[in-house]
């Protein structure tokens, strides 16, 4: 279905950013991570939506710290009813859940600005 809204995933590029109101590292080795309620947003660049942005009202996961913190895991523990609002007005409440995998590229940059920790 192609009515300028509900179009395939992969035809449609965002961009995506969010604040983070909290990071909570546990010492068995899993951390969590929330957003600051409505702070994820998103920037449709192509599709129907184009020039649209949208906030997520709320976004919290969880995940695992691998070795060396090299790889980071992240996701929802179960599916979660988000509201979605567009800036054209549009509300949408969906189900969704998420799972992402974090792997640090090498030869990046750590966190510490460029200090010893940094790899070759």
Known sequence: ??????????????????QLAGVHLYGDGSWKADLVPGSFAI???????????ATIDKVSLIGLIGEGAEVLTLATVAPIV??????????????????????????????DQGGDRDRK
């Open 1 to 18: 279905m192609d009515d300028g809204v509900h179009q395939s995933a992969a035809i449609i590029e965002r961009r995506l950013v969010g």
């Open 82 to 111: 988000e509201t979605v609002t567009y800036s054209n007005g549009d509300v949408t409440p969906r189900i969704c859940h998420r799972s992402r995998v974090l792997v640090k590229m090498q030869g990046s940059d750590d966190d």
């Open 43 to 53: 920037t449709f660049l192509t599709g129907g939506r184009a020039g649209q942005t």
